[in-house]
Structure formats: C-alpha cells, structure tokens
C-alpha cells in the first residue's frame, strides 16, 4: 500500500511540474537562458538557427492543444522572447506563391501532421489551432515541388461544438 502511495504522489509531483509551464509562461525574455528554458519546459521538439545566430526553439502542443509555443534566443543562449506562433496574424503573413516551406517552418514551427495530396502533386501540413474567436479550425498550408507555398486553408472543425457531427 505503501508504494502505491508513493508511485500516486510522484504522479502528482511529475504532473504538477509538467504542467508548470505548459503553455510557455514559465521563461522571462531578457532573463532567462536556455538552460533554464530547458528545465522549464523540457528539450524543444525542433530546434531552427536563424540567420544572424538567433536560434528557436519549438514547443507544439498538438493535436490536443491548439498552439506551438517558441522561445526565442540569442547567440549567446538568452531568452528574447517566447511566442504563440498559430495565430490569425500569423496565418496571414503566409504568402501564396512567395512564402516558403522555410518560411512557414520558422513562423510556425512543427506541423503535427504532413500529406500529400497525390492529384495536385502538393504536399501539405496541418495544424490545430483557434481563431480569435476560440473557435477550433484546422489549418492547411499546402506546397508545390518547389516548396513554395500555394495555398493557406483555416477550416472551422465544427465536430466537438455543441450540436456538432461528432462521428
């Protein structure tokens, strides 16, 4: 009884601190190193250098959550700022035939999922995400062979709304 007690309350513990700074909160730009953003947060899902030696750090908190957190940090490893990347203001700074897949992998970070859309020869990646509303949408950004971006999609997932399909 005595260990099953012990594995509940590390449960707790490990949870609790899981939790800490699930959403980003957690590092002080100007303050904070990378090594504090790791034990804060954990290891980052992808790492990008930036040009000029600033480097990213991504946090996706998908396909449950609806954001990708980035840290952002200096050459010398402190904390610049830390972000919210799928956001409206965001989406629209994706340029159809100009952005690129760099582009959106460094304003977005990770999709949490990848296709191919085999007819249009495009590959696309998807995102969950909310509009400033908090309505739930899926986020499509599809890519020709060139990598170019060629169309943003932001369709409203109706199926867990009050009244919605569910199926």
Same mark, same amino acid.
């Given at each position: ?7 509940? $309350?590390? $449960? ?20 904070? =190193?990378?090594?504090? !953003? /790791? ?5 980052? #899902?992808?790492?990008? *250098?930036?040009? @000029? ?6 946090? +996706? &908190?998908?396909?449950?959550? !609806? ?7 200096? #050459? /010398? ?7 919210? &990347?799928? *956001?409206?203001? %965001?989406? #629209? &700074? ?5 952005? =690129? ?7 977005? @970070?990770?999709?949490?999922? =990848?296709?191919?859309? +085999? ?11 909310? %509009?400033? #509303? ?14 170019? !971006?060629? /169309? ?7 199926? %867990?709304?009050?009244?919605?399909? &569910?199926?």
């Amino acid at each position: 009884m005595r260990a099953f007690a012990l594995c509940i $309350a590390l $449960a707790a513990a490990l949870a609790a601190a899981g939790c800490a700074s699930y959403d980003g909160r957690g590092p002080v730009p100007g303050q904070s =190193t990378a090594r504090e !953003v /790791e034990a804060l947060m954990g290891p980052p #899902a992808e790492r990008l *250098t930036l040009a @000029g030696g600033d480097r990213v750090w991504f946090y +996706p &908190r998908q396909p449950f959550g !609806v954001q990708v957190y980035a840290v952002r940090l200096s #050459a /010398e490893g402190l904390v610049r700022a830390v972000e919210a &990347r799928l *956001t409206e203001e %965001n989406v #629209a &700074r994706l340029v159809p035939g100009t952005s =690129t897949k760099k582009d959106v992998r460094e304003l977005l @970070g990770p999709p949490w999922e =990848t296709g191919f859309l +085999p007819r249009q020869q495009r590959e696309v990646w998807g995102y969950k995400m909310e %509009n400033a #509303a908090r309505a739930m949408h899926d986020l499509y950004v599809q890519f020709s062979a060139d990598g170019v !971006v060629r /169309e943003v999609l932001m369709v409203r997932d109706v199926r %867990n709304e009050v009244g919605g399909d &569910r199926s």
